[in-house]
């Protein structure tokens, strides 16, 4: 050792200097002092914290990405879901447009049969009363015949005299009123 | 007998002999802790950073936990603009805080295989306060020329009262780098003598015989404590240093914002 070594033991409340404040060294410590924290300043800001700085700021740029790309698909699938809605809607309308021209269309339809429908049935009821009206008359004619010749022959039959059919028929007129 | 004496582990003891002229540049157990510390804080860093891995490993984790560390302290305390000292300040943090953990070390694989703090020389912290300084001062000049100096004149005061504001202001300054240097200092110094002292307590107990072995009980649990708290004090040392170097660094990113 350069410097004498202290004795151990007893005598070190008697040493000359507190090593702390030992000026011996000081040369010494400043100078590897200067050394180590010298090392440590450039291998740290030329290599280790820019790695480290570096993986903080690669993950921080990920994440970011990352975030970005989520709210682009969120924000395509949100368009999506729109345009689906957008298309549901426009085809309801349609639906309900083509469903309501239908009716319309069958309404009228249906209209129109029960119009002619009606008309036919008119003209049927007509032309049955028509019908009715004739078989009465006919009827009625033939009832008028029926009763004078019935009346003819009950007067021959109950007074014996021979009355035309011309007279029958007068008389059934007469007798109706 | 382990030796009781609470001064030596403070012992600077020559390994190499290196002389430049009248200069001794002795290659001691100092030298030899603080190039461990520089090599150790390397080491590591460089090994949990190797996979530098997008999502990090324990080791990764750590190392990230603690750049970000830094940078919040300086982020809090200087601002964005202060994140151009952060290699400097992140370099001083790690090397004090592996200085002080390497004390806290009673035995090391070290020449003579004892623990030795190099926090605890004045010289080294003070140093290490007067590098703060300097850069501080070298870069507000550099920057700011003699507007660096305007702290000295507190703004918002009315110049008269500067007669007496001024002579304040100087000496506070003056003070920062004794004051730095000797709070790291006397930390660690006042820690590792209390420790060695309750600890050669249990020494002494324990040769008196079986009445003192059991009252040797106090002292342990006493050194069991302490050491914890050394722990906790070699930690907020290390922040306390770093933080003021922030604090003192943005007085010169922005001088008159005191």
């Not at chain 1, 010298?38 to 740029?61: C, H, M, Q, T």
């Not at chain 2, 004390?103 to 590098?131: C, E, N, Q, R, W």
């Not at chain 2, 007496?164 to 790291?184: A, D, H, N, Q």
């Not at chain 2, 009252?215 to 907020?236: H, K, N, Q, S």
Request: charged share 20%.
């Amino acid at each position: 050792m350069a410097i004498e070594a202290p004795g151990e033991g007893a005598e070190y409340a008697a040493e000359a200097a507190f090593p702390p404040f030992d000026p011996t060294y000081f040369a010494s410590q400043l100078f590897w002092l200067a050394i180590s924290f010298a090392l440590l300043y450039f291998v740290l800001s030329r290599l280790i914290l820019p790695r480290i700085g570096g993986a903080i700021e690669e993950r921080k740029d990920k994440i970011a990405d990352n975030l970005d790309a989520a709210a682009d698909m969120k924000s395509q699938a949100d368009e999506t879901v729109e345009a689906y809605e957008k298309e549901l809607a426009e085809a309801r309308t349609r639906a309900q447009a083509v469903a309501a021209e239908a009716k319309a269309e069958v309404d009228k339809e249906i209209a129109e049969a029960t119009r002619q429908a009606d008309t036919e049935l008119e003209a049927k009821l007509v032309e049955s009363e028509k019908r009715i009206q004739a078989a009465r008359e006919a009827a009625l004619a033939d009832v008028k015949t029926i009763a004078s010749e019935a009346a003819a022959a009950a007067a021959e039959h109950l007074a014996g005299l021979d009355v035309s059919e011309a007279d029958a028929a007068k008389a059934v007129d007469a007798a109706r009123g | 007998m382990a030796d009781t004496n609470p001064i030596d582990q403070f012992k600077i003891k020559t390994i190499a002999d290196i002389s430049v002229g009248d200069l001794n540049l002795s290659f001691t157990n100092s030298s030899y802790f603080m190039l461990v510390a520089a090599i150790l804080v390397m080491g590591l860093l460089a090994m949990a950073m190797s996979k530098r891995a997008l999502v990090p490993n324990r080791a990764q984790s750590v190392a990230e936990l603690m750049y970000e560390f830094v940078a919040g302290m300086i982020r809090s305390t200087a601002g964005d603009k202060g994140l151009k000292f952060f290699p400097f300040v992140f370099s001083l943090f790690a090397f004090i805080l592996m200085g002080n953990m390497l004390g806290m070390l009673p035995y090391f694989p070290a020449p003579d295989f004892k623990g030795f703090t190099f926090t605890s020389h004045i010289i080294v912290t003070f140093a290490l306060a007067m590098l703060v300084i300097l850069v501080v001062v070298g870069y507000g000049v550099i920057n700011h020329g003699l507007k660096f100096f305007s702290f000295l004149f507190p703004a918002g005061v009315p110049w008269p009262l500067w007669i007496l504001l001024t002579p304040i202001e100087l000496i506070s300054f003056l003070s920062r780098p004794i004051t730095l240097g000797v709070r790291l200092f006397a930390n660690m110094l006042a820690g590792h003598i209390l420790l060695k002292v309750f600890a050669s307590f249990i020494v002494m107990l324990g040769s008196v015989g079986a009445l003192g072995a059991i009252g040797a009980v106090a002292p342990f649990v006493m050194v069991v404590a302490l050491t914890a708290l050394e722990f906790l004090v070699a930690f907020l040392q290390a922040y306390v240093f770093a933080v003021l170097t922030c604090i003192y660094l943005s007085d010169a990113l922005d001088p008159g914002h005191h």
